[in-house]
């Protein structure tokens, strides 16, 4: 490697697992380079969280980054990490930069089954994170009132619509927006993975309900299509596929899955917890953050993991489930030696996908699978046996 990874350490079980990865997994078997950043709640608060803009800004400029899931504090985390002050999510604030689209991806393996039987591919959920009803400005109506919609433009003009006419029962109203610019990078997210995943991509608004709002968004989709795409998708005979979201969700339920579903902001909230469980568990889930300039950020689905933790300090012994940060590492090595044109790099990725896939395959696997598992020879590991069945399987495939 020439070009460092950039690497987000984290908090909680997830740094332990991170370690135990590096150890295990990665730095006895490839020349790592990394430039580490320490994403931990407590070198946020010592930096008063410049390492997190810090690791964005690399992240920009190398292309690629890993990262450890980390604490979003709230009260009780005030008080844990005596922080001074209480710092936004890091997700968010490195979404803030790299201006991406979140794709979330099961990872699947025999034994344990997705909940719809013909789901036979996984189903990747691809959020558009910004505005809609979570930049959202409501208003609890009293009485008999007229709610209007009111734009007023630099030069004066202004354009009023009248939304209702209360009565004295009242109501309740709410004013929720988009931009042009996000919906542009969305979109152009949504088309770059396609093409880099070589899947369809499938995309669906309520337009003839919200002929204006939601329209938008299905008139940028087509124009960027035709304009920037179509070529190269016909060339990688992949299709783009635009229906009603209702339409859209009958469609994949009966599917086999494997296309990439973009989602309006609300939708994915819903529909990627509908897709994480119904595929297994959220450990069980990668997570990529894609730039329209094509920069990737990969992590696990899942957070830190408190719970297991807290009992890890007692000295416990804990089961958790390493496999989505091992994909975040390898999503990570894998890209980098496709921009770096490092075809071992991506063959060694490649390999650790598949040894911790046959880990799992052979019965081998942390308590979360076991209890769901189909299989009947399942073995539990503790959080570092599972690792090191792993480096076992992978040492089969390399040597
Ligand atoms: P969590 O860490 O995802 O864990 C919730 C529960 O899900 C765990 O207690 C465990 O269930 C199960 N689980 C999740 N990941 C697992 C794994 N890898 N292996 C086995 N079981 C797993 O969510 P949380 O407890 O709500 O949040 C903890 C912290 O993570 C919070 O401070 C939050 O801010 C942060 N967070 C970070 C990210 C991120 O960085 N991307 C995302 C979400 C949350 P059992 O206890 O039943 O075994
Ligand atoms: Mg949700």
């Known amino acids: 490697m020439t070009t460092p990874i950039v690497e987000m350490d984290g908090d909680e079980m997830t740094r332990v697992l991170w370690g135990m990865i590096k150890d295990e997994l990665i730095l006895p078997y490839i020349d790592l380079k990394s430039e580490y950043y320490d994403l931990g709640l407590k070198n946020r608060n010592e930096t008063d969280d410049q390492v997190t ?26 008080e844990e990490y005596k922080l001074k002050r209480m710092y936004k999510s890091p997700n968010g604030t490195i979404r803030g930069i790299l201006n991406g689209t979140v794709f979330r991806t099961p990872i699947i393996v025999k034994g344990i089954e997705p909940c719809v039987k013909n789901w036979k591919m996984p189903i990747t959920i691809a959020r558009h994170a910004y505005g809609d009803v979570y930049m959202n400005v409501e208003e609890h109506v009293e009485g008999a009132a007229r709610a209007e919609l009111v734009v007023t433009y630099p030069d004066g003009r202004v354009s009023t619509r009248k939304v209702f006419d209360f009565d004295e029962g009242g109501g309740i109203v709410q004013g929720t927006h988009n931009c042009t610019s996000s919906i542009e990078s969305f979109a152009r997210s949504c088309f770059n993975y396609a093409l880099d995943e070589k899947k369809d991509l499938w995309f669906g608004a309520k337009d003839t309900i919200s002929k204006k709002y939601d329209h938008h968004f299905k008139d940028i989709f087509e124009e960027i299509y035709e304009k920037e795409y179509k070529e190269r998708f016909e060339e990688a005979g ?13 469609r994949i339920m009966k599917s086999k899955g494997g296309m990439i579903w973009a989602c309006k902001n609300y939708d994915g909230d819903v529909m990627s917890d509908m897709i994480s469980s119904a595929f297994g568990s959220l450990a069980m889930m990668t997570s990529v953050l894609v730039s329209p300039s094509g920069v990737y950020e990969y992590e696990a689905a899942h957070g830190t993991v408190q719970r297991h933790y807290y009992k890890y300090l ?42 911790t896939i046959t880990t799992i395959e052979a019965g081998r696997m942390t ?33």
Do not use: H, Q
Request: aromatic share 8%.
């Open 367 to 399: 308590k979360d699978l076991a209890l769901i598992t189909k299989l009947d020879n399942a073995v539990t590991l503790d959080s570092l046996g599972f690792i090191k069945a792993v480096r076992a399987s992978l040492d089969d495939i390399l040597f």
């Open 238 to 250: 992949i299709e783009y596929f635009y229906s009603l979201i209702d339409d859209i969700v009958a």
């Open 314 to 355: 007692k000295g416990e012994e804990t089961s958790t489930n390493s496999v989505a940060t091992i994909f975040a590492w390898t999503g990570a090595l894998k890209k980098r030696g496709e921009i770096d044109n490092l075809p071992e790099l991506v063959r060694f990725a490649e390999k650790l996908e598949r040894a």
């Open 53 to 78: 803009i810090d690791s964005a800004n690399a992240t920009l400029k190398y292309g690629v980054a890993v990262k450890c899931a980390t604490i979003t504090p709230n009260a009780a985390r005030m």
